[in-house]
């Protein structure tokens, strides 16, 4: 295992906040900022007056070179954090923040790899993919994103202009009639990968396996991060 | 720690319903069980699969599904808690008490530890007392249905007084040792006793 950084309580004083429908994009200054590795995460705290507190984890979509944090937050229908940050936060505004946190869902170029991303998966999956565009290394990092429309993708301009494969399942985008990933525009970005970075909901990340298993790629090297109910 | 300007946590009127029984930091899941895995979900073949006990034991045990069923069985009503900050109130699970394991495969004198090794090479670290005295169970049933391959079916570890990822999914053997040793989150940041009581989420925690 890596030696994985980590870092303990601090504050982050929110530099940048910008929201759409149903994502909010947050910038933070970080108060002792530990560079983290692409794909590792932070917990977000707030605190009420009464010291009730409630948190959640996010992950860095920053490269760790970037002097501010950014977090990609979803507002969950009745999400006590992410419809807080989406609703209320402004600039100016001082959060607890711990981090980074988290050993085995990174990734800075040590093999060549692919990602598998679904919705809001994609944000640690961007991390990985600004490191790799900094340090020349696009070759060793392979993306797929996957979402309803372009709208419900996060940093689709950005996946796009890197040559990420976009497959919109509600959507066409550039004569690409809306489906799930094909097996065959997968099996070409597998080739050649010796891990598999898979990110997104419990559904989303047992479609992917499959996916990734039928293009050859063995279980034991693909690592997973899912998140949200399985119903 | 600076308090939140404009938070006054307005749900927390839902959290009412079980306040005493939620740790700091958690909040209630209700219906909702939310999976978290790091590996690919295995295919667990129960025709295949053994329970092992072994590492500092008089005598190493393998049991096979049909005689881990056939052992007095063992029932667990209560609370689930996860790192992640969910809570699940009044879960049932199902199987074999780890204390019926142990009795047959007799822990050594020295046995303080228990690393628990999951099919898929998941591993977790536990003290040998938060095992024993009725606190853990090696389940196949939840609610009454067999459990789901998603949170570990056909069988997992469960340990509910710690957090989740002590409850290790798709278990298959539980190793004594006489040292701590850290399986595989706690080799990745996470705690190694991992008490929902005290906040032991992450290394460094006290």
């Not at chain 2, 199987?95 to 009795?103: K, R």
Request: with cysteine; net charge negative; aromatic share 10%.
């Amino acid at each position: 295992m890596t030696d994985a950084p980590a870092g303990a309580w601090t504050t982050g004083t929110l530099a940048e906040v910008k929201r759409s429908d149903r994502l909010v994009r947050l910038r933070f200054e970080v108060a002792d900022r530990v560079d983290h590795l692409p794909g590792q995460h932070y917990v977000l705290r707030l605190r009420a007056p009464d010291d009730y507190t409630a948190q959640r984890s996010y992950s860095a979509a920053s490269d760790p070179d970037d002097p501010l944090l950014e977090l990609m937050v979803e507002c969950l229908p009745d999400g006590e954090v992410s419809g807080f940050m989406h609703d209320e936060a402004r600039v100016g505004d001082v959060f607890e923040l711990r981090g980074p946190i988290g050993g085995w869902f990174t990734w800075s170029g040590e093999v060549p790899a692919v990602a598998v991303a679904g919705g809001s998966g994609v944000v640690p999956i961007v991390a990985m993919m600004r490191y790799a565009r900094r340090l020349g290394l696009e070759h060793l990092l392979r993306v797929v994103a996957v979402a309803r429309t372009l709208d419900a993708l996060p940093y689709a301009d950005e996946l796009r202009e890197y040559g990420a494969l976009v497959a919109l399942t509600r959507e066409n985008l550039n004569g690409r009639v809306a489906a799930p990933p094909y097996p065959e525009e997968v099996a070409p970005l597998v080739e050649g990968t010796e891990r598999a970075y898979v990110c997104g909901s419990v559904g989303f990340a047992s479609y992917a396996q499959r996916l990734l298993g039928e293009s050859g790629m063995r279980a034991d090297a693909i690592r997973v991060e899912q998140f949200g109910a399985s119903g | 720690m600076p308090v939140t300007r404009g938070f006054t946590g307005k749900r927390r009127a839902d959290r009412a319903r079980h306040a005493d029984r939620l740790p700091p930091g958690q909040y209630d899941a209700g219906t909702d069980w939310p999976a978290l895995t790091a590996e690919a979900t295995p295919r667990v073949d129960t025709a295949q699969w053994t329970m092992v006990v072994d590492g500092l034991v008089r005598t190493p045990r393998t049991w096979d599904w049909r005689e881990i069923h056939a052992l007095e069985g063992s029932t667990y009503h209560g609370d689930i808690h996860c790192v992640t900050t969910w809570s699940k109130f009044d879960t049932t699970f199902t199987g074999v008490s780890v204390d019926t394991l142990l009795e047959q495969a007799e822990p050594l004198p020295e046995a303080a530890y228990v690393m628990a090794h999951a099919t898929t090479g998941y591993t977790t670290n536990l003290p040998l007392e938060d095992v024993t005295g009725g606190r853990a169970w090696v389940v196949w049933e939840f609610d009454g249905r067999p459990l789901p391959v998603d949170h570990g079916g056909p069988v997992r570890l469960l340990v509910p007084h710690l957090y989740f990822w002590k409850s290790a999914k798709w278990v298959t053997r539980l190793e004594l040792m006489d040292r701590d040793r850290p399986g595989f989150w706690e080799q990745n940041g996470y705690h190694d006793r991992g008490d929902p009581w005290l906040e032991q989420r992450y290394q460094g925690d006290p």
